[in-house]
């Protein structure tokens, strides 16, 4: 089975004055390896998000 973890923004933002911060979501151990995960705010999906890996 997959383990997620959510990664909290980094310090640095934290402390800033920005008005957004980073959100980092890992996702370890699926097969095979492909994977789709959406981000949601309110129970919608939010579109266009920059993706990696």
Known sequence: ???VFLL???AEESSGS???LSLTCLV???????????W???QE???NLP???
């Open 18 to 20: 920005r008005p957004t």
């Open 28 to 38: 370890r151990g699926f097969f095979p390896d492909s994977i789709d995960v959406q």
């Open 1 to 3: 089975a997959p383990s």
């Open 51 to 53: 993706k990696s890996g």
């Open 45 to 47: 999906n939010i579109p």
């Open 40 to 42: 949601q705010k309110n």
């Open 8 to 10: 909290p923004p980094p």
